[in-house]
């Protein structure tokens, strides 16, 4: 198709200066510039096309262009490539001395400060597996620690099914490298992480309680947010020696701490949360919050799918015959309001 166009351009532009007037001649070398420009622009597409056919192609040296962004810690660079389709983000260079990938090769030791620029956009990518291991044998939270990448280690830490307990071969575990560099306080992060991991999460102590559960009835808010990271946290687990009680009932309890609010929102953004579980005597996490008289914890109760606003307690009591009860009129008000 393009050969056909450069050559009826070119019978069109040698025909110029025949016999035929100066206005039709001027018509004719017009409308073969617009034809020119047609085909450059059909051209430029047809390489644009070609250049983009396959992101993940190597260099000499084995690199995508990914992994040499990636290396030179070029944010915008890697924020490009990231964009385009077909891009493989886990793809190791294979004619690399270790094969690592380009999360590997952002982990480098003596990164520059904007490194973490380029870890926390190739860790928002589709599929990116941060498990996976280099020739040397270490995923990318064993790189971060043994380079002293505490910002890295952190993210790392919070990222979904991140091996901590098994990162790979080295001479060192992630703590001792982190407390060789003197990050004592990021290494007691690791190791709560892998001691809680080694012990059965969900396991009661004498008075029933699971960790969770501990963590919500005395509002710490951190020790939630870190316990809900856990794989096979239960966050419904009910204490079968205190009325078969959850995480988030203890949370808003009558007693209820300053911070109680901020524990409610993780318990209900944790995958699997029931908030109609109820206890032995029939109450759901509603009828807590409407005793106490909480009414920020009511109002974001009656917000969550699938909240009963008239699950019948105990005695057949309804949150609001709770609120009333316990003289917390406004909260009955707006139970009632929501209650048809």
């Given at each position: 198709?393009?050969?056909?166009?450069?050559?009826?351009?070119?019978?069109?532009?040698?025909?110029?200066?025949?016999?035929?007037?100066?206005?039709?001649?001027?018509?004719?070398?017009?409308?073969?510039?617009?034809?020119?420009?047609?085909?450059?622009?059909?051209?430029?597409?047809?390489?644009?096309?070609?250049?983009?056919?396959?992101?993940?192609?190597?260099?000499?040296?084995?690199?995508?262009?990914?992994?040499?962004?990636?290396?030179?810690?070029?944010?915008?660079?890697?924020?490009?490539?990231?964009?385009?389709?077909?891009?493989?983000?886990?793809?190791?260079?294979?004619?690399?001395?270790?094969?690592?990938?380009?999360?590997?090769?952002?982990?480098?030791?003596?990164?520059?400060?904007?490194?973490?620029?380029?870890?926390?956009?190739?860790?928002?990518?589709?599929?990116?597996?941060?498990?996976?291991?280099?020739?040397?044998?270490?995923?990318?939270?064993?790189?971060?620690?043994?380079?002293?990448?505490?910002?890295?280690?952190?993210?790392?830490?919070?990222?979904?099914?991140?091996?901590?307990?098994?990162?790979?071969?080295?001479?060192?575990?992630?703590?001792?490298?982190?407390?060789?560099?003197?990050?004592?306080?990021?290494?007691?992060?690791?190791?709560?992480?892998?001691?809680?991991?080694?012990?059965?999460?969900n396991a009661a102590d004498e008075s029933g309680f699971t960790k969770l559960q501990r963590a919500a009835f005395n509002?710490?808010?951190?020790?939630?947010?870190?316990?809900?990271?856990?794989?096979?946290?239960?966050?419904?687990?009910?204490?079968?020696?205190?009325?078969?009680?959850?995480?988030?009932?203890?949370?808003?309890?009558?007693?209820?701490?300053?911070?109680?609010?901020?524990?409610?929102?993780?318990?209900l953004e944790a995958p699997g949360i029931d908030v109609n579980k109820e206890t032995e005597h029939g109450n759901n996490?509603?009828?807590?919050?409407?005793?106490?008289?909480?009414?920020?914890?009511?109002?974001?109760?009656?917000?969550?799918?699938?909240?009963?606003?008239?699950?019948?307690?105990?005695?057949?009591?309804?949150?609001?015959?709770?609120?009333?009860?316990?003289?917390?009129?406004?909260?009955?008000?707006?139970?009632?309001?929501r209650s048809g």
């Amino acid at each position: 198709m393009m050969k056909q166009t450069v050559f009826a351009l070119l019978i069109l532009l040698l025909g110029i200066g025949s016999s035929e007037s100066a206005e039709i001649q001027s018509l004719d070398l017009f409308a073969g510039f617009l034809t020119l420009a047609a085909f450059l622009q059909e051209f430029a597409g047809s390489l644009m096309t070609i250049g983009a056919a396959d992101p993940n192609v190597t260099d000499e040296e084995g690199f995508t262009s990914l992994q040499r962004a990636a290396k030179n810690f070029d944010v915008e660079k890697v924020r490009e490539l990231l964009q385009t389709p077909g891009i493989d983000v886990n793809l190791a260079n294979l004619k690399g001395e270790h094969q690592e990938t380009a999360l590997h090769y952002a982990l480098y030791e003596r990164a520059p400060p904007r490194y973490i620029e380029v870890v926390n956009l190739l860790l928002e990518a589709p599929g990116i597996d941060v498990n996976k291991q280099s020739g040397r044998g270490g995923n990318a939270f064993l790189y971060a620690a043994a380079h002293g990448h505490v910002e890295a280690v952190k993210k790392l830490l919070d990222f979904p099914g991140m091996d901590v307990k098994n990162p790979g071969n080295a001479p060192r575990t992630p703590e001792e490298y982190l407390r060789r560099e003197g990050h004592d306080e990021v290494a007691d992060l690791v190791k709560n992480r892998i001691d809680n991991e080694t012990l059965d999460i969900n396991a009661a102590d004498e008075s029933g309680f699971t960790k969770l559960q501990r963590a919500a009835f005395n509002a710490d808010v951190e020790k939630v947010r870190e316990l809900l990271q856990i794989p096979g946290i239960d966050v419904n687990l009910p204490n079968r020696k205190h009325e078969d009680q959850t995480a988030l009932h203890y949370a808003l309890e009558e007693r209820v701490q300053p911070r109680y609010i901020e524990v409610v929102k993780l318990l209900l953004e944790a995958p699997g949360i029931d908030v109609n579980k109820e206890t032995e005597h029939g109450n759901n996490a509603l009828h807590f919050a409407a005793v106490g008289g909480h009414m920020e914890g009511v109002k974001i109760l009656l917000d969550f799918p699938g909240m009963d606003v008239n699950a019948r307690g105990y005695k057949g009591r309804t949150p609001e015959a709770y609120a009333r009860w316990a003289r917390k009129h406004e909260v009955a008000d707006l139970l009632r309001s929501r209650s048809g």
